[in-house]
């Protein structure tokens, strides 16, 4: 084992539709926002204290067209992946850089459509992707 993990795990609401990018070999992403709520009580001031995180979350190929499918703004969503940091220069030259959680397992935890009863919606909404550049990586632990 080397050593390292990037896992993420996350429970927040869709502060965004999902907007998708197709590719030209049929391939797609999907982007999304989520908010992580954090609380909690300031002990001088007795003052109730929230917290929001927004993280920029990336779904790829089929997971991205379920994605865009059921999920609407508001949404809760569970999502687990890794951290990834992307470096782009702007249209102004300067470097920019950008940190996103890219899935790999999800599961909606309520959606609009839930409220509609829809029965293509499965019972078990926990997806699982691949990440074709995973491929030639093994996930068996040796233990």
């Known amino acids: 084992m080397s050593g390292s993990l990037n896992k993420v795990m996350l429970i927040g609401n869709l502060g965004d539709e999902v907007k998708m990018h197709h590719f030209d070999g049929g391939g797609c992403i999907g982007r999304f926002p989520i908010a992580t709520n954090e609380?909690?009580?300031?002990k001088a001031t007795g003052e109730k204290v929230s917290n929001t995180e927004w993280h920029n979350?990336?779904?790829?190929?089929k997971a991205a067209e379920v994605c865009e499918k059921y999920?609407?703004?508001?949404?809760?969503?569970?999502?687990?992946?890794?951290?990834?940091?992307?470096?782009?220069?702007?249209?102004?030259?300067?470097?920019?850089?950008?940190?996103e959680i890219h899935v790999v397992?999800?599961?909606?935890?309520?959606?609009?459509?839930?409220?509609?009863?829809?029965?293509?919606?499965?019972?078990?909404?926990?997806?699982?992707?691949?990440?074709?550049?995973?491929?030639?990586?093994?996930n068996d632990l040796p233990f």
């Open 105 to 138: 397992e999800f599961n909606f935890l309520s959606t609009k459509n839930d409220s509609n009863s829809n029965p293509n919606l499965s019972e078990d909404k926990s997806v699982q992707t691949k990440d074709e550049s995973d491929e030639n990586n093994s």
């Open 57 to 61: 979350v990336v779904v790829k190929n």
């Open 39 to 42: 609380s909690y009580t300031n």
């Open 71 to 99: 999920l609407n703004k508001g949404d809760k969503i569970y999502v687990e992946g890794k951290i990834k940091t992307r470096k782009w220069q702007s249209e102004d030259g300067i470097q920019r850089y950008s940190t």
